[in-house]
């Protein structure tokens, strides 16, 4: 079994900054590729950022240059910086992981943390 838990969601002016963390436990030999999806309200979930082990990032041409994903993979921790928010950005963000342990990968979610940024 794997854990993923996410922090530091929360409710932000337009124009502020929000950093999530999102840190993996259990059953991990090692994180393949990492990131960030986000759910708004009736909407379909949707990427916003990714990460490979080896330091290679991919953005949603929405979040480009706002948005900064990063890892530590010795406390298998992946991170998202996000600067001058918008209204638009409000959702539930999801970390996402690929693992792989006893010659098995398998993808999983956490639960995810609520972004809010009023206008």
């Known amino acids: 079994q794997v854990q993923l838990v996410e922090s530091g969601g929360g409710l932000v002016q337009a124009g502020g900054s929000l950093r999530l963390s999102c840190a993996a436990s259990?059953?991990?030999?090692?994180?393949?590729?990492t990131g960030w999806y986000r759910q708004a309200p009736g909407q379909q979930r949707e990427l916003v950022a990714t990460i490979t082990r080896g330091g290679t990032t991919n953005y949603a041409d929405s979040v480009k240059g706002r948005f900064t994903i990063s890892r530590d993979n010795a406390k298998k921790t992946v991170f998202l910086q996000m600067n001058s928010l918008k209204a638009e950005d409000t959702a539930v963000y999801f970390c996402?992981?690929?693992?792989?342990?006893?010659?098995?990968?398998?993808?999983?979610w956490g639960q995810g943390t609520q972004v809010t940024v009023s206008s």
């Open positions: 996402n992981a690929d693992v792989s342990f006893m010659g098995s990968r398998n993808t999983y």
């Open positions: 259990g059953n991990i030999f090692r994180i393949d590729v």
